[in-house]
């Protein structure tokens, strides 16, 4: 990408953060025009494509609700065109709600557009412009042109801060894709990282631009895919510029894996052969290409990996490597700190915000710690609506943004450039995709604006309690799982008295933890020791609470992106203690409730000490409810 080009496209941000206002009234305008005859929409606005109306009438949603009209089209009961006017050339499959199945998003021609590069997350910023977003196509030339060019104040973009990195090197990314799902319409579903990654356009940059082969990308088994994105990323070491995956828990786990295996891998690399158990053809046939007997490059990678600590074996093993391009904040931040670890100071970088529902916000400001990053809104893709939280929002020990409450202050909502810095909102989108006041559910701060155009930190999901990848849990969902659990212990003359869970990160991959105080249903309340607690049962009350959590935690155990779920059973008096401590730090008792979900090292440690017994689910739960 020559450096005019770059500078093109940084104008580009420059100019549709400056005409925002202007560019959300055209964009909700042509979307009511094009679709105010939709099923869908004609029983709220009978025909009129008016902006009053449409606020007044057209209710907020969630997926719940319009997702009777997406099954209706999936099921091949009803034309798209009760939705959106355009044709629909597939849904993208979100990568889970808090309660269930991932949602079916419509995609259009278009908004495959939008979508194609948020893997690729500092080329979203090249790609934020025409054709990329909905704004060319609005005449906006014409706007362009009315603007006196602006010298952009950008600042660190990726580019000028790394260069070209196509020139540089490579990127050694963990990338996967996923087997898409047809919908008995004939449309198919699938994540949009997969179609991104069969797009012809990556296809043709990935042999130059990437270290692993499309093959690998595409292996259906999980491990084996890591094992040779992997071992191709070592053998390209030299060539390497960046490294990532789309979420920072995977470029961990991808660090970990090599921790695990490294001798393995170097084996491999000084023979040339392929480990036997990697059986999938595709990923043979990539060794069989790049594979060669290179013993000296095995020594080195030996040397480097047998050294006592891994503190910043990023560098040692990909030496030319700029920095790490991930996602580290929300969920992701967790994990930045051991991240930090191996990387030894390299860069980490979130490039963008971006979810099934459309590329919503770019990080103008690379080089910013994770837990500083402000995103900056994308105007042209999605219209956007703010529903403001209620209290604000508190910032914790690690500069995380924590929602106190998420109840909102009313259903007024505000329009893009009308929102106030240091507010939180919930992110409503009108989409050209069919989505009319959807709650993305995501909860945001506004830190500033660039031009007329909100930044934001990304605060959280809604309604999440647990969460140790991209899953998300809800306290519904803890609460269904304990109770189908706990029914086990009935026939043992056992009752659950109190239970917490926790999100325990401290090793990878994560695992939930659920606290139990159990007692003895009649005579003695004596404190048990947990020796008469029947192993086989505990272990079973762990796999039932699996069983009935949503499919997405389901799919991750399978897939080993989660581990197995733990029961640390505590010691009666255990939550009279957690109680006077949260009592002890201002909570009123009379409105005092145990938190489903344990979230400060203080009280985590009040349990800890506590636990008599600890039970693992020894099986991965079943798949198909
Ligand atoms: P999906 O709909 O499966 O594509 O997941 C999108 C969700 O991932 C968003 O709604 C956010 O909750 C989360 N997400 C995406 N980008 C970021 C980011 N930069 N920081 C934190 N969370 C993010």
Request: overall charge negative; aromatic content about 10%.
């Amino acid at each position: 990408m020559a450096t005019n080009d770059y500078e093109s496209v940084l104008k580009m941000l420059e100019e549709i953060t400056t005409n925002a206002r202007q560019i959300q009234e055209q964009l909700l305008g042509e979307i009511l025009r094009k679709n105010a005859e939709t099923e869908y929409l004609q029983g709220f606005l009978h025909g009129q494509t008016d902006k009053q109306l449409f606020k007044k009438n057209v209710p907020i949603v969630t997926y719940d609700h319009i997702k009777p009209y997406i099954d209706r089209i999936a099921n091949g009961k009803a034309s798209s065109d009760i939705l959106l006017v355009e044709p629909l050339i597939g849904f993208s499959l979100s990568s889970g709600t808090s309660g269930g199945q991932p949602k079916l998003i419509p995609i259009t021609a278009e908004s495959a557009n939008v979508t194609e590069a948020l893997d690729l997350p500092e080329t979203l910023l090249l790609k934020a412009t025409p054709p990329f977003g909905y704004w060319h196509r609005n005449s906006s030339e014409e706007l362009l042109q009315r603007q006196s060019p602006k010298t952009n104040h950008f600042g660190l973009s990726i580019y000028r801060h790394f260069g070209d990195l196509s020139q540089v090197g490579k990127r050694m990314e963990l990338l996967y894709a996923k087997p898409d799902v047809e919908t008995p319409s004939g449309l198919k579903a699938s994540a949009v990282t997969t179609r991104a990654f069969k797009e012809s356009s990556f296809q043709a940059i990935l042999p130059k631009l990437y270290t692993s082969p499309y093959e690998t990308i595409f292996c259906p088994d999980t491990k084996q895919s890591t094992y040779c994105q992997l071992l191709f990323g070592l053998i390209q070491r030299d060539e390497v510029a960046v490294i990532g995956s789309i979420f920072a828990a995977t470029v961990l786990r991808g660090i970990k894996f090599i921790e695990n295996n490294w001798r393995e891998l170097c084996s491999n690399i000084k023979t040339g052969k392929i480990s036997d158990w990697i059986t999938d053809s595709g990923c043979r046939k990539a060794a069989s290409l790049i594979l060669k007997p290179n013993p000296k490059l095995a020594d080195l990678l030996e040397d480097i990996c047998s050294c006592k600590s891994w503190e910043g074996i990023v560098r040692k093993l990909w030496p030319k490597t700029k920095y790490i391009g991930t996602v580290c904040t929300g969920a992701m931040l967790q994990f930045t700190a051991e991240l930090e670890f191996y990387c030894g100071g390299l860069p980490l970088v979130s490039g963008f915000y971006a979810c099934s529902e459309g590329a919503i916000a770019i990080n103008m400001e690379p080089l910013s710690k994770p837990s500083d990053v402000s995103y900056t809104i994308l105007p042209n893709t999605v219209y956007y609506e703010f529903l403001p939280i209620k209290e604000d929002c508190v910032t914790d020990s690690q500069n995380q943004v924590q929602l106190n409450t998420s109840r909102h202050k009313d259903t007024e909502t505000v329009d893009l450039v009308n929102v106030k810095p240091g507010q939180c909102y919930e992110i409503l989108v009108t989409s050209p995709t069919g989505l009319y006041r959807y709650r993305v559910g995501d909860i945001i701060k506004v830190t500033g604006f660039h031009n007329n155009t909100p930044q934001f930190q990304f605060v959280g999901r809604q309604n999440v309690a647990l969460g140790v990848d991209m899953e998300r849990t809800s306290e519904a969902d803890i609460l269904k799982a304990v109770a189908e659990a706990k029914a086990l212990l009935d026939p043992l003359g056992l009752i659950l008295t109190e239970y917490t869970s926790y999100g325990d990160t401290s090793s990878t991959p994560g695992h939930y933890v659920i606290f139990w105080e159990i007692k003895p249903k009649e005579g003695n309340n004596n404190n048990n020791d947990g020796k008469e607690l029947d192993p086989k049962v505990m272990e079973e009350c762990c796999s039932k609470m699996e069983d009935s959590l949503h499919f997405t935690y389901r799919m991750y155990r399978k897939e080993n992106i989660i581990a197995a779920l733990e029961i640390r059973v505590v010691k009666q008096g255990a939550f009279e203690a957690l109680l006077e401590y949260f009592v002890s730090n201002g909570a009123s008792l009379s409105q005092y409730k145990t938190p489903i979900c344990i979230k400060t090292k203080e009280a985590l440690n009040i349990l800890d000490s506590r636990v008599i017994a600890k039970f693992f689910s020894p099986r991965t739960p079943i798949q198909d409810n």
